[in-house]
Every structure is written in C-alpha cells, then in structure tokens.
C-alpha cells in the first residue's frame, strides 16, 4: 500500500502527488494542513521526523525527499514510464531536477515564505516561540523565525529575485528549442519536478516571466495544464 503525506498540490508536494497521479497509482491521500502545524503532530512526527513534507509510506516503509519519492515509484511501478530509457538522458534528466532542488526551490521558497508573512506575525508571540522550540529543522526554524518577526530583508528578496531571474532564463531557453517537454519528445520527471516550482514565477516575477519574455515558458505551462493527471491535483487542495 502507498500512502503520501502532503500539502496539497504545491512545491515539493506536488511533485510526488503528479508522478503518483501520471502513473496512475491508487494511493491513500494524507494531506495535511499546514496552518494548524499537523506536520508537528507527534504521530506524523513519527514518520518524518523532521516534521517535513512530502513522505511516501510504501508497505510500512518510509521514503523521503520528493525528487528520491519519484525516482523510488520508477523503480517499483515501471508501467507508465517517466524515465528515458537511454541511460545519457536519463542522466540529463537528473541534471534539471537536482537544479530545482539545489538553486531553484530555496529562491521561490524566500519570495514563498516572504508571502506568509502576514499570517505568520499574527500568531500570538508565545505560541510562535513554543512553535519554534518545537521545529527540530534547523532551515525550517530560521525560515519561520524570520517570517514571523522581521520577515525577509530587501536584500534577501533581491538576491532571491535575481537567482530567479537566472532560473527563468534558463528554462526558457531549453524550451526554446520548439520540443513540448524539457527532455524533448519524452515527459519525464523532469517535466515533474519543474511544474512543482514554475507556475510561482510569472505569479511572483510577473515583470520577468511573461508571454511576451519567456513565450516558450508559458507555452510548456499550458501544455502542462492541459495534461490530465494536472487537472486531477486540483482534488488535492485543502
Ligand atoms: N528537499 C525536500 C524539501 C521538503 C520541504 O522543504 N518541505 C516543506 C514544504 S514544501 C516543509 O515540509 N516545510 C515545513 C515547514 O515549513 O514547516 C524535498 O524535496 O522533499
């Protein structure tokens, strides 16, 4: 049995709730709200004991990291490939999704964290400080620190906005090259993984990311919602 706790059809979440649905893979639906700290309920915390999200329970057993949770359901359920068989591909494929992670994801997660500020200064300061006492993430504690005092500097916006700004281009220009997917004829986890993070950018970089500068970008974004495992996320939602 599979089972994936989540929170909902965004960022890290996403990507391994899309590969699950791509794939067609009967899963429990564990999604938990973020607001009311659920991911901080000892019982979860039993399971993800960083009390991060998302996880995959397959038969008692726990897998973390969303982008090892997609490689994992790739090797157990090889019907409904995601991978390119040819092994040069594939590494290339790997190459996009460790960008994500590594340059991509802790960008959007500023600006992301940035927005829940509003949220996050009104809860009362001496549950925030039993919240944080309780966040055994090291990353996770100076992110909710921030967000819930001071909230990011202008500095850190523009840095982050800069490295964005370099995402973008980036991607535009592997789409530019006319294929409907990152890979070229193929959908892959790479596709996966990019939509987890792309659809924040011409939301919170409307200036950058536009039909009129990165056309190929919001082509490969309406390729993408018109798949129909993209259309089921929308069941996903808290
Ligand atoms: N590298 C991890 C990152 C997981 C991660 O950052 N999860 C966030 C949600 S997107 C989380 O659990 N945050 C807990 C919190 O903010 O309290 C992955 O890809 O699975």
């Known amino acids: 049995m599979l089972s994936l706790y989540h929170f909902g059809p965004v960022a890290n979440s996403l990507t391994p709730l899309l590969c699950l649905l791509e794939k067609g893979l009967a899963f429990e639906n564990r999604l938990l709200n973020s607001r009311n700290w659920e991911h901080h309920d000892p019982a979860f915390r039993k ?10 329970v397959h038969d ?23 991978r390119p068989a040819d092994m040069w591909e594939r590494a290339e494929m790997r190459v996009w ?26 809860i009362d300061k001496a549950e925030m400080a039993q919240r944080l006492a309780n966040m055994p993430n090291a990353e996770v504690r100076a992110k909710w620190e921030k967000v ?33 997917w990152l890979l070229g004829e193929q959908y892959t986890l790479a596709d996966i993984k990019w ?40 069941g996903f939602h808290p």
């Not at 057993?61 to 490689?71: C, G, W």
Request: aromatic share 8%; net charge negative.
């Open 97 to 122: 999704t460790k960008y994500v992670d590594e340059y991509f994801c802790p960008a959007l997660t500023v600006l992301g964290a940035h927005g829940a500020t509003p949220f996050a200064s009104k």
């Open 60 to 82: 008692g057993r726990v897998v973390r990291e969303s982008t090892v949770i997609n490689e994992y359901l790739e090797d157990v359920f090889t019907d409904n490939p995601l």
């Open 47 to 56: 399971i993800s004991p960083e009390g991060m999200v998302p996880v995959l």
């Open 148 to 180: 819930s005092s001071t909230g990011f500097s202008e500095a850190e916006l523009e840095d982050a906005r800069r490295r964005l700004g370099n995402v973008a281009y980036k991607l535009e220009g592997q789409l530019a090259h006319g294929q409907d």
């Open 195 to 234: 939509y987890s993070m792309v659809p924040g950018l011409p939301r919170m970089m409307p200036a950058i990311c536009n039909p009129e500068a990165t056309p190929a970008i919001m082509a490969w974004l309406e390729r993408m919602v018109g798949r129909e495992a993209v259309r089921q996320l929308e």
